[in-house]
């Protein structure tokens, strides 16, 4: 996978931990908002100033981007999106202000449109600015004069975009695809698909992909490296002074509107930074390496799996932390996580950050034990319905992990320096101290559990027919009140990126994310219900390290699985899905992916290129055993 590939390039031009012993390895998740970047600040200690990690109240942080705090100089590599990357998402843009052209909407609205991506993924106006009123360009001046220039792109665009629209429109109504009575929804997708064929647009992406190229090249004429058709592939820096180095940094990870026009921060799909940062209230360098990534979704449909590139970082981190927001604690993303996390057998590795914890006040809050009560609460609900689900084990695992892992921070975003707020400044201690210590290797023991192959290959397929029923639904190829229909545009996103096997995700639809959590799902309450132990039941926390060892170890040849299976292997049936074209284009698009990929790919029957498996059901529980076997488990 692409984002694969940018991690070894980050990890070639600048290693990380697993080069450098004795770094422990903390991922940050926690929905959008939640205080992610500013807590990281607070363990970097960058203060409002710095403007690094960039932290905002809407989506800011898209590209992954890795800290690591330890002596020495400081240094920076990121990796630039690939160019099919970068037109797709141009080519989205450009093709949603086309339909805003088409739909009336105001010249204002049309230029957002273009500038910023509808999920808020790809956001030209940082690179390019606003046009608008800005200032008279300075000649002398190269953010300006790069501003000037943006205002005459963009009016020239529209114009063009105007054109395109017209032409198309009336090849639709002279060819007959369209005609007076075709209803508004059909016309969209009719006329959509024309103007992704038309020349014009197609070069307008071309120009736009030119003029961030050249804008690179004038905004970092030095250190960026490109690939043999000149697109930037990293840039790399290494500064001695702190500010100079900040400074720098931000305009791969800013979102200061005042520096719009001047930042690449949406070409940049990676950042890796390593420099002698630590906190004012910390004496050490904290000798840990902080992963933040884009934050899980808001909305309940988003939450049904964490994205693929999350899960692979679960396994490889040494500690989780989940962040959130304390005003309204626990909703269903963290929740959706912690669940994810439980049930992978990472529960030992959590831990929760409240953030926003001065905010939680109320008259039925009288005091700091009350507003403490009423966070912990929510976590303990959580907690119980994990417990239904995944099993009592589980939960008191979580449990005893949590009470000591449970931090509730006041005002992180100011500074915490002398004056600042002493009970959050000793739970980040703790926490730091926490984050050293992790990770001794277990002991469990020599009873090993025996599991019946039967109930394996049940277990497997019931997973496989739930997801498919998932689908099914969230495709619209069969309804249920219970399961909102997935929109037709989205649906053709998706297969655009499976396609070109740029990103097995849109917004909230993983296909493949979705499959692995089933799978993992299935494979953690199975691991609980051996049918006997080889030498008896051990203790409970034994017990419940066994299973989360299982889990564990089974996690990466099943990601591996139903990425091979679903986005790699199948790319030419997702071209096929997202070529479709002409009338009810959208429902047989979604009929196809269902019938034609995820059914016959991982449903039972047919087993397609799947070698020596006669499905792919038995190719999952295939390495299942063969992973327990290795930890000495045995099926029978
Ligand atoms: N009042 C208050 N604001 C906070 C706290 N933690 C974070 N914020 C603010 O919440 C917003 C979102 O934080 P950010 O770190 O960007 O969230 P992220 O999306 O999770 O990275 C920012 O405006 C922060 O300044 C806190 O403990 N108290
Ligand atoms: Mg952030």
Not at 182 to 204: G, M
Request: glycine share 8%.
């Amino acid at each position: 996978m692409s984002g694969e590939t940018f991690y070894g390039l980050r990890e070639m031009v600048l290693p990380g931990p697993s080069q450098t012993t004795g770094y422990r390895s903390v991922l940050v998740i926690g929905t959008t908002g939640a205080g992610k970047s500013t807590l990281i600040r607070q363990l970097m200690g960058t203060g409002g100033g710095d403007g690094f990690p960039a932290t905002s109240a809407s989506k800011t942080t898209v590209a992954e981007t890795e800290i690591l705090l330890a002596p020495g100089a400081y240094y920076a590599v990121a990796t630039f999106m690939p160019l099919v990357e970068v037109r797709s998402y141009l080519e989205e843009n450009v093709i949603n202000a086309a339909l805003g052209i088409f739909d009336d909407r105001p010249a204002p609205e049309v230029r957002i449109r273009l500038l910023d991506h509808v999920d808020q993924r790809f956001r030209l106006r940082y690179l390019l600015g606003e046009g608008g009123m800005a200032e008279a360009a300075d000649p002398d001046d190269l953010p300006s004069q790069l501003r000037g220039n943006t205002e005459a792109i963009l009016t020239q665009i529209h114009t063009l975009l105007e054109e395109a629209v017209t032409t198309e429109l009336s090849g639709m109504l002279d060819t007959g695809d369209a005609n007076a009575d075709t209803v508004e929804e059909e016309l969209h997708v009719l006329l959509k698909d024309r103007l992704v064929a038309n020349s014009t647009i197609v070069e307008i992406i071309e120009f736009l992909a030119a003029e961030i190229k050249a804008r690179v090249e004038l905004l970092c004429p030095t250190d960026v490296v490109t690939s043999r058709d000149g697109w930037p592939l990293y840039w790399r820096c290494q500064r001695e002074d702190r500010g100079e180095f900040l400074a720098e940094l931000r305009r791969f990870g800013g979102n200061d509107a005042a520096d719009f026009g001047t930042l690449l921060t949406p070409l940049i799909n990676g950042l890796r930074v390593r420099g002698p940062f630590h906190p004012r209230w910390a004496r050490e360098i904290p000798y840990i390496m902080v992963i933040d990534r884009e934050g899980l979704g808001h909305t309940p449909d988003s939450v049904s799996s964490l994205p693929s590139s999350t899960t692979r970082m679960l396994d490889e981190v040494d500690t989780i932390i989940i962040v959130d927001n304390a005003q309204q604690p626990m909703q269903a993303a963290p929740v959706a996580a912690m669940r994810q996390i439980a049930a992978a057998g990472h529960g030992d590795k959590l831990i929760l950050c409240f953030s926003h914890f001065e905010m939680v006040h109320g008259p039925n809050l009288p005091d700091l034990n009350a507003r403490r009560g009423h966070v912990i609460a929510s976590v303990d609900q959580v907690l119980s319905a994990i417990g239904n689900e995944l099993g009592w084990a589980t939960e008191r695992l979580l449990r005893q992990r949590l009470d000591r892992n449970l931090y509730l921070l006041s005002r992180l975003n100011s500074d915490l320096g002398d004056a600042g707020d002493a009970d959050t400044v000793a739970e980040l201690r703790w926490l730091l101290g926490q984050l050293r210590v992790e990770g001794e290797p277990l002991d469990l023991g020599s009873s090993r559990p025996i599991y019946s192959e039967a109930k394996l290959a049940h277990a497997v397929d019931d997973a496989i027919a739930s997801y498919l029923r998932f689908w099914e639904l969230r495709l619209g190829v069969a309804t249920d009140p219970a399961i909102k229909p997935a929109h037709w545009s989205k649906i053709k996103s998706l297969c655009v990126r499976y396609a070109r096997r740029s990103n097995d995700e849109y917004e909230s639809m993983r296909p493949a994310g979705d499959l692995l959590a089933a799978l993992t799902d299935a494979v953690r309450s199975f691991a609980a219900q051996p049918d006997r132990w080889s030498e008896g039941l051990p203790d409970e926390d034994t017990e419940q390290q066994i299973y989360d060892a299982l889990t564990r170890s089974v996690s990466t040849d099943l990601r591996r699985l139903v990425n091979d299976r679903l986005f790699l292997d199948a790319s030419e049936l997702w071209a096929e899905a997202r070529d479709v074209a002409g009338p009810n284009s959208a429902e047989r698009r979604a009929d196809m992916v269902y019938r034609k990929i995820l059914e016959p790919l991982v449903g039972p029957g047919a087993a397609i290129g799947l070698a020596e498996y006669s499905s792919f059901s038995e190719a999952v529980a295939f390495h299942i055993r063969s992973q327990g076997t290795e930890l000495g488990v045995s099926f029978l």
